[in-house]
């Protein structure tokens, strides 16, 4: 079997040879740091690229990828034309900063002297009413410069690859908004003036519907899953309130998850961090197939309960071991242990592609790394 024909066998709940394994997405990918560690460790040579400067995700080479069994690729969209796209450096309070302005107009900024992450320090619409939406330069999903050149390398990665396909992340409906807006104040917002939150996301909701159109129209018959996301969940619960979510979110999501259905045959992949158990019936009433990255630290996320709920019809896709409490502190063997239970757990019946919770951040020893997917190697392989 090899790796396209083991990941659909997954994603249809079927079981294939191995449990499928990924690494090298932008919620399922390595912090450039750890990667440097990781090459060394390994004794491979590649010159790093960042394949995601807010998250510092370095862009895993193939020898890496061969070398862990990753059965996953990605084909992923970039800027429109005369975007620059690029990180300026200025001088604030005495530190040397990193600021990188995207296409929405948020910036995000990292110290020169830490470099682990960006973080936002500007947010445009801080101060903005509904009227003003109008006049803001939202830029145009539709822009059909984002995707040339992708249907050329989809068509060769099918044509001399092994590999299942999936697209990058897109579709943050939601999250954007707070990007624009402030955290705090979107929150307020929920409360106090949610026709500005309605206003917004359909601002949002457009951007992605333009996008998907034209994406699904150059790849949307040569990838197996779509990626699409919006964090709409904490340590101990949903990031808000249940209610404003299924009367003013979920229409939206919903509407999203449907259009790309109507363009491709792809499975969606959805991420959310955090404590979600409550709002998985309404992501699967959304048309979702996937979660990731099935954060089993959070409060009822237990994978033996995950699995027993919503494991006949939703693929989960990481939670192979807690990032915040084991995979950085444990010892290799103990990292291969927990690999070992949590598979025992998701793998019967497919449904299951193996990956940590969210990212390898920085810090996390090379050895453990290297326990966490040989481990999910010589553990999944499923009984004939």
Excluded at 56 to 63: G, I
Excluded at 112 to 137: C, G, K, Q, W
Excluded at 200 to 207: A, G, I, S, V, Y
Aim: aromatic share 10%; hydrophobic share 40%.
């Amino acid at each position: 079997m090899n790796s396209r024909q083991r990941v659909l066998k997954a994603l249809h709940h079927e079981v294939p040879d191995r449990v499928p394994i990924d690494l090298g997405g932008f919620q399922t990918g390595i912090h450039r740091s750890a990667y440097v560690q990781l090459l060394d460790y390994l004794d491979i040579r590649d010159e790093v690229t960042i394949l995601d400067p807010v998250q510092q995700l370095a862009r895993p080479c193939e020898e890496l990828l061969e070398r862990f069994h990753v059965d996953i690729r990605y084909v992923v969209a970039h800027g429109p034309e005369g975007f620059p796209g690029s990180i300026e450096q200025n001088t604030r309070d005495g530190r040397l900063w990193h600021d990188l302005r995207d296409e929405f107009g948020v910036v995000w900024s990292m110290p020169d002297d830490r470099p682990l992450y960006m973080d936002i320090s500007h947010h445009p619409l801080a101060n903005a009413t509904v009227a003003d939406l109008a006049e803001y330069p939202f830029p145009k999903g539709d822009d059909p410069t984002r995707f040339t050149g992708l249907r050329e390398q989809a068509q060769m990665l099918r044509r001399e690859t092994p590999y299942a396909l999936s697209t990058g992340i897109g579709g943050v409906v939601y999250e954007i908004c707070w990007y624009l807006r402030g955290l705090e104040r979107w929150f307020m917002d929920t409360i106090e003036n949610p026709a500005f939150c309605e206003a917004l996301l359909d601002r949002t909701l457009e951007f992605w519907l333009g996008y998907y159109r034209k994406f699904m129209k150059e790849i949307g018959d040569l990838v197996e899953v779509v990626m699409i996301g919006d964090d709409i969940g904490g340590q101990s619960g949903p990031l808000f309130s249940p209610k404003f979510y299924r009367s003013i979110v979920k229409p939206r999501q919903k509407r999203l998850v449907q259009h790309i259905k109507s363009l491709t045959s792809a499975k969606i992949w959805y991420h959310t961090c955090g404590s979600v158990r409550q709002l998985i019936p309404d992501l699967l009433d959304n048309g979702i197939d996937i979660l990731n990255p099935v954060q089993i630290s959070a409060a009822d996320m237990a994978p033996h309960d995950l699995k027993t709920q919503f494991g006949d019809r939703l693929t989960f896709w990481g939670g192979g071991i807690d990032t915040q409490h084991v995979l950085s502190v444990a010892r290799p063997d103990e990292v291969a242990q927990h690999v070992r239970r949590n598979l025992e757990v998701f793998k019967p019946g497919g449904g299951y592609v193996f990956n940590s919770v969210h990212n390898i951040q920085a810090g996390v020893p090379p050895e453990n790394i290297v326990a966490l997917f040989d481990a999910a190697y010589e553990y999944g392989f499923c009984k004939a």
